[in-house]
């Protein structure tokens, strides 16, 4: 079973980067693909972004498209997510995930397809 600790949430103003982490332990790394999901207050959990297992495959959400751009690291089993050009919007707690069950170049967005979760990390983009 693999534990997921993430890291690099803060407040930044509209505009601004912040580069988010997930350290994984506990289990195979490269067995999983890896995601990144948010959850803003009275919303539900959505997608933002996910690497395949391969790590030669990536997708994202259209909202947050080309300003961030997700890694992963198997050798450090760490995977990252690097935000860019960030909005008020943006606001949400972020969680990294990984999911077992999927094929070796698979890219799953579903919430429900994850099976493991950190605890999440606060980001806060003010105006």
């Known amino acids: 079973q693999v534990q997921l600790v993430e890291s690099g949430g803060g407040l930044v103003q509209a505009g601004g980067s912040l580069r988010l982490s997930c350290a994984a332990s506990?289990?195979?790394?490269?067995?999983?693909?890896m995601g990144w999901f948010r959850q803003a207050p009275g919303k539900e959990r959505e997608f933002v972004a996910t690497i395949s297992r391969s790590g030669s495959i990536t997708s994202y959400s259209d909202s947050v498209e080309g300003r961030v751009t997700i890694s992963r690291d198997d050798a450090k089993n760490t995977f990252s997510l690097q935000m860019n050009s960030l909005k008020p919007e943006d606001t949400a707690v972020y969680y990294c995930?990984?999911?077992?069950?999927?094929?070796?170049?698979?890219?799953?967005?579903?919430?429900?397809?994850?099976?493991?979760w950190g605890q999440g990390t606060q980001v806060t983009v003010s105006p």
């Open positions: 506990g289990g195979f790394f490269s067995a999983y693909a």
């Open positions: 995930a990984a999911n077992e069950r999927v094929g070796y170049f698979s890219t799953p967005k579903n919430v429900q397809g994850y099976n493991y």
